[in-house]
């Protein structure tokens, strides 16, 4: 069964607005993690950031925030200011307790000027 | 430190080759990933070890898939014989404990084709 659930296959957004990335999740382990992941067109898989389960703030990292609705079972991704660079395919990705993690299908975001 | 080294960055061989994927994880990184992207199937674990030792392979298509980690700092993926279908983009990633805030470190991938 799929446990990690991007429903948007591709996104668009103006330059320095902000955008919403969803993410929801299914699981039954008390302890979890939750991460986002950029890949641009080059490749690379970048780490953007990380929830955990018994977080009790969502997490932050500059202009990246995790909104973390627990018993929704959702943790989207919101980008503020979007730039140009941040024309990229974002993944969203789970670690239940000590196991490895599992990814969503990703979404496609493209910044417009 | 470098990052997860990943070796070669592309590949193209033909179908019935054998085909060695590489990978030099972070210094200290006690765990190894290898994942297969593809458009269709998006990001697939195939096994990861811990401290050297495969943990859990149920992700390796078939038995024309193999790893190993004979070293805390290498381990190969390799394809033999290849076939067109095995053509994907192949991610090594390493992560210390899975613990607390640590995400996987990528490497930069491997682009396999086979013609």
């Known amino acids: 069964a799929q446990k990690i659930t991007q429903t948007q296959p591709g996104m668009f957004v103006q330059e320095k607005e902000a955008v919403t990335l969803d993410c929801t999740y299914d699981?039954?382990?008390?302890?979890?993690?939750l991460f986002w992941y950029k890949q641009p067109s080059s490749g690379e898989m970048i780490f953007l950031i990380y929830?955990?389960?018994?977080?009790?703030q969502n997490a932050t990292e500059g202009r990246y925030s995790l909104n973390f609705q627990k018993a929704r079972k959702s943790a989207n991704l919101v980008i503020s200011a979007s730039q140009l660079g941040d024309s990229a395919m974002y993944f969203c990705?789970?670690?239940?307790?000590?196991?490895?993690?599992?990814f969503g299908a990703g979404t496609r975001l493209t910044v417009k000027p | 430190d470098a990052g997860v080294i990943q070796s070669p960055r592309h590949e193209v061989t033909e179908m019935g080759q054998e085909v060695t994927l590489r990978c030099k994880p972070i210094s200290g990184h006690d765990y190894l990933f290898w994942y297969r992207q593809t458009m269709m199937r998006g990001l697939e674990l195939l096994i990861y070890f811990n401290n050297n030792v495969p943990i859990d392979d149920s992700g390796m298509p078939e038995d024309r898939f193999s790893a190993k980690m004979p070293n805390a700092s290498f381990s190969t993926l390799k394809i033999q014989p290849s076939e067109p279908r095995d053509s994907a983009v192949y991610f090594c990633a390493s992560s210390p404990p899975l613990t607390g805030v640590y995400g996987y470190t990528f490497g930069s991938g491997t682009r396999l084709t086979v013609v």
């Open positions: 699981t039954s382990d008390p302890s979890y993690g």
């Open positions: 929830q955990g389960s018994y977080d009790q």
């Open positions: 990705a789970m670690r239940e307790g000590q196991n490895d993690m599992r």
